[in-house]
């Protein structure tokens, strides 16, 4: 297949909340037990959160690897937002929001070339506490084949209403409101973490793009060609951007039904609109913003790092 240099944003949003967040009046139950009861306790996936000064700063999705011990797989861009690429995260710097409890977490191994990152689980765990990894799939992806989308991001009160109007109920996970205490005096500019499970499909294999940062990357030329990723795109329209979603898992139910990992969610082609017979933008408010494309790191392509963590390393 042709090399294409076509960009692609990556999905960490690279997401930097400016937020009203003033310090609470009463000690937060939950930030002091490192527990959250809204949490999803049969999810493998976690909610991660680079924080500063104890406020959410930067959001992605991380998934418990098979045999890992507590070990995290997410994106390796997530990770480079916080370490400068030469400073590695801090103990206290980075949550895990898995399953009904709140992890610290810090860098296990990153790759010199993939965007891919193993992350530990630190303090006390017990792993029969945890929730039940995906295990990961044997078999290749093909186009036309089903996949379902999964991770965590934040979504604008706006989009969840519309979703209600359209019949789909979001999972909303009340973090930034509970845990961050975050507050907006304008209640439609408020967002919430929701776990989003999209069924997609598989449009191309072996697709080779170039993502947001690597023509400033000394090694972003020789990533464009050994990189190759999974196009899948969403049944329905996201409506905003996937932001958030960096990190997660692309999931195929096998023939018992039973779903499996097959990638790393990694970025994002930028939003469309759409336009008129004529080819004229569509004014407001028939104006459609269309979100439905991702790009997957194939998880055949990071055995070393499962082996890695399967090793306990």
Known sequence: MAFRAVHYFVLSILCLLVISCDSPKVENIYRKGGYFPWGLSNIPIAFLVSEWGGKPRIMASGWLIDGGNGKLFSAKHFSDAFMSNIVELGTNECKAFLGKRVYACVINRVPPLRDAVILDLLGSLDLSELPKPYKLSSTKLKIGDTVFVQGFHPHPAEITKSNE?????????????????????????????????????????????????????????????????????????????????????????????????????????????EYDKKGKLKSKPTQIVVSDTLLTTPIESVDDLYEHARQGR
């Open 165 to 273: 109007s359209d019949g789909l109920l979001d999972w909303v996970l009340p973090i930034l409101k509970n845990y961050y205490e975050v507050r907006e005096a304008n209640p439609e500019r408020m967002k919430e973490i929701v776990f989003d499970s999209l069924e997609a499909r598989v449009v191309d294999l072996d697709v080779h793009i170039k993502i947001d940062n690597q023509d400033t990357d000394p090694l972003g030329e020789l990533k464009y060609k050994v990189n190759d990723y999974i196009q899948v795109a969403t049944v329905r329209n996201h409506k905003f951007s996937f932001g958030g979603l960096s990190g997660g898992v692309v999931v195929r139910l096998n023939s018992r039904g039973t779903p499996e990992a097959v990638g790393i969610v990694t970025a994002e082609k930028p939003e469309r609109l």
